[in-house]
């Protein structure tokens, strides 16, 4: 198991979180929307259990040392529309 670190920023408020989570696996050896998606199930079972929330991601990349995966997109609150964001996610530091 490993620990990975996302960071993600709202582009409207400008609002900035740091989440870590683990992840059985090689996490970045994946593709970055599905590194992505695994960032996003945490989320929706650990941090927004109770809400009904979506995502659309418009672009996700990994750096050319494959070390960071980068996306952009919107969380889709339910009831009150989509919040723009951008995240980075890498792994924790031993």
Known sequence: MSTYTAVVVH????GEGRYDFDY???LLAR???KVVRAFMD???KKYL??????YEINAAL???????VTAMGSLIHEGDGASPF????SKKPS
Not at 62 to 68: E, F, I, L, R, V
Request: avoid cysteine.
């Open 11 to 14: 582009s409207e408020t400008g």
């Open 24 to 26: 059985d696996g090689d």
């Open 31 to 33: 593709s970055p929307v």
């Open 42 to 44: 945490v989320v929706d």
């Open 49 to 54: 259990p109770s809400e009904q929330v979506d």
């Open 62 to 68: 990994k750096s050319p040392s494959g070390n960071t």
């Open 86 to 89: 951008m995240m980075m996610i």
